[in-house]
Nanobody, 122 residues
Framework: QVRLVESGGGLAQAGDSLRLSCVISGSFLDNYVMGWFRQAPGKGREFVAA??????EYAYSVKGRFFISRDDRAKTLNLQMNNLKPEDTGIYFC?????????????????WGQGTQVTVSS
């Protein structure tokens, strides 16, 4: 059974950078699409970034500030977050979709981590 464990969250000030990591165990990435989602207090889970083996996609709100990367051999997924804003605050989840074509749709992702908290103060 695949297991995803996120790390790297924490407290930051506006303008700071954080790097999130996700380690996958129990399965190989197998070229499946991997993604990051987040959930702010009182809101639903929203797409942040996703990566297939050949391309990536970002939510408009993070484009140019966040960068997703994957290391299939090491079975890790990373999210470099730069120029953080208070509206980036939330729980960040790593997820895997059982498909190869890039997708940003939450319901396409069937394996999820427990999440890591990111809090950005102004």
């Amino acid at each position: 059974q695949v297991r995803l464990v996120e790390s790297g969250g924490g407290l930051a000030q506006a303008g700071d950078s954080l790097r999130l990591s996700c380690v996958i165990s129990g399965s190989f990435l197998d070229n499946y699409v991997m993604g990051w989602f987040r959930q702010a207090p009182g809101k639903g889970r929203e797409f942040v970034a996703a990566a297939s083996v050949s391309e990536s996609e970002y939510a408009y709100s993070v484009k140019g500030r966040f960068f997703i990367s994957r290391d299939d051999r090491a079975k890790t997924l990373n999210l470099q977050m730069n120029n953080l804003k208070p509206e980036d605050t939330g729980i960040y989840f790593c997820a895997r979709a059982r498909q190869f074509g890039l997708t940003t749709i939450l319901t396409d992702f069937d394996s999820w981590g427990q999440g890591t908290q990111v809090t950005v103060s102004s």
